[in-house]
C-alpha cells in the first residue's frame, strides 16, 4: 500500500522501519516538553541520498506534536504560539525592514481545507499603514500583508500563478504559505504543526497534482506551514485489518475502492478554528517583533 502523506516526520518513520541503519542524508532531533506535552522534531534532509529515501526535497522540516492542540486547552494553545514562532525564527531569521507575503492556500467553502483562510483572517496586517501607522505600534511591527486565493475550482486560475503575480508586485522579502495537509497517522490528525523552508505543494496529500509554491517557482523564500486535518480512507481501513490473514487480497481492495477518499474528525469545524487561531497568534508574534500575545488578543479580539 503506498499511503499519501505532506508529513517528512512520517516518511522518515517509514523509512526507520524498512532499513534503519540506511538514513544516510537525513539528519532528525527531537526535544521534548513533558509540562505541556510538546514534542518538537527537527528533521533535515541534507543532500540527494536524503531527497531518494524521503521524497521530499533538501531542507528543514519541523514538527510539532501536542495531543491538546485540537482541545479547548488554552494555555497549551498560548505555549504552542510562543514555540512555533520562536520555531519560525530559527528558521528564517528576518530583518526588521522586512515585508512578508502570508499566503492562506485551501477552500474556504470546504471545513478541513478553510485551515490557510482562516488564518488569514487573524491575522495582523500591516503593509497598507506604512504612511500613517500609529505611534504606539511604529517600530514594533514590520510590513505584512495576506492573501487567500482560493483554489483553482473556484477561480480557474492555478493558485502559483496568482502568488507569482501578487509576489511581483509586492516583492517580498518572505513567504509563508499555510495550508491544510494530510497525514499517514490519525494520531497526527489536528495535533500536528509542520513547517518547512522548503515551500508547499498544495494539495499534494490528496493526491492533486498543483504546481509547487516555492523559491525557485516565485523568486524569494517560502515557508510553507500546515496541520493535518485529513487521512486517507484506505489508511483507516488497512490499519483496521492489520493482523488479518491475506492482507495482500485487502490491500487490493483498498487501492481499488477507498484510495479516492479522505476523512475528518467530525468537530473539524471548531477544530480548525483554534488551530488558526495558533498559527496566526505564531505568525503573528514571530513577524511583529515588538507585539506579544496580549497584544494580538488586543487588536485582533
Known amino acids: 500500500m503506498q499511503f499519501r502523506t505532506d508529513i517528512a516526520l512520517e516518511h522518515c518513520e517509514y523509512l526507520r522501519q524498512q532499513s534503519p541503519d540506511d538514513m544516510a542524508g537525513v539528519e532528525i532531533q527531537t526535544e521534548e516538553d513533558e509540562a505541556n506535552g510538546i514534542t518538537a522534531t ?32 488554552p494555555e497549551i494553545h498560548e505555549e504552542l504560539s510562543r514555540l512555533l514562532a520562536w520555531k519560525l525564527g530559527a ?3 528576518l530583518a526588521e525592514e522586512a515585508t512578508v507575503l502570508v499566503v492562506g492556500l485551501g477552500n474556504w467553502l470546504v471545513t478541513p481545507d478553510a485551515l490557510g483562510p482562516q488564518v488569514c483572517e ?26 487567500r486565493p482560493g483554489v483553482m475550482g473556484l477561480t480557474g486560475i492555478e493558485t502559483a500563478e496568482i502568488v507569482l503575480g501578487v ?39 490528496l493526491g492533486n497534482k498543483r504546481t509547487p509554491i516555492n523559491r525557485e517557482g516565485v ?17 483507516l481501513v488497512h490499519d483496521t485489518m492489520a493482523g488479518y490473514a491475506n492482507n495482500e487480497t485487502i490491500d487490493a481492495h483498498i487501492a481499488a475502492h477507498a484510495a479516492d477518499f479522505f476523512v475528518t474528525p467530525k468537530d473539524v469545524d471548531a477544530v480548525v478554528m483554534r488551530l488558526a487561531r495558533i498559527i496566526a497568534n505564531a505568525l503573528n508574534m514571530a513577524l511583529h517583533p515588538g507585539i506579544s500575545a496580549d497584544d494580538v488578543n488586543r487588536y485582533l479580539g
Open 91 to 93: 528558521l528564517f531569521p
Open 42 to 73: 527537527w528533521v533535515e534532509i541534507t543532500n540527494e541520498a536524503g531527497v531518494d529515501r524521503i521524497g521530499k526535497p533538501v531542507g528543514n522540516y519541523i514538527t510539532l506534536e501536542c495531543a491538546a492542540m485540537k482541545a479547548a486547552e
Open 167 to 205: 509576489a511581483d508586485h509586492v516583492k517580498p522579502d518572505l513567504i509563508i504559505a499555510v495550508d491544510a495537509l494530510a497525514a499517514r497517522s490519525t494520531a497526527r490528525i489536528n495535533t500536528t504543526i509542520q513547517i518547512t523552508d522548503t515551500g508547499i505543494n498544495p494539495g499534494a496529500g
Open 122 to 147: 487573524k491575522m495582523l496586517v500591516t503593509r497598507h499603514l506604512a504612511a500613517d501607522m500609529p505611534d504606539e505600534l511604529a517600530g514594533r511591527v514590520r510590513n505584512v500583508c495576506a492573501l
Open 219 to 235: 523568486g524569494v523564500p517560502v515557508i510553507g506551514m500546515g496541520v493535518p486535518t485529513v487521512v486517507s480512507a484506505a489508511t
